[in-house]
């Protein structure tokens, strides 16, 4: 298993916490901050699936005219935990 808390720039949620397993399916994701329902919802869509599939359909999404969004932030907290070593 591997795990990362991801400090995000760019959005109203301050830190993003993403829990991997050894298949690299993602077994917990929890924003500190942002829209409350919001990320909870993200959360909860994302549980369970393939860390690659979640990254593909998140990355480069953007918040108003914010060049990010909660999801943006979090393919590149995805992205940084499956970079580390298990």
């Known amino acids: 298993m591997r795990q990362i808390d991801y400090l995000t720039q760019g959005t109203c949620s301050r830190m993003i916490h993403v829990e991997l397993d050894d298949d690299d399916v993602i077994r917990e994701v929890a924003f500190v901050g942002g829209c409350n329902g919001n990320t909870k919802g993200v959360s909860a869509l994302v549980k ?39």
């Open 48 to 86: 369970g699936q393939k860390a690659q599939d979640v990254i593909g359909r998140v990355r480069g999404i953007r918040c108003g005219n914010r060049p990010t969004s909660c999801p943006d932030q979090l393919s590149l907290a995805i992205e940084q935990c499956l970079n580390q070593p298990r």
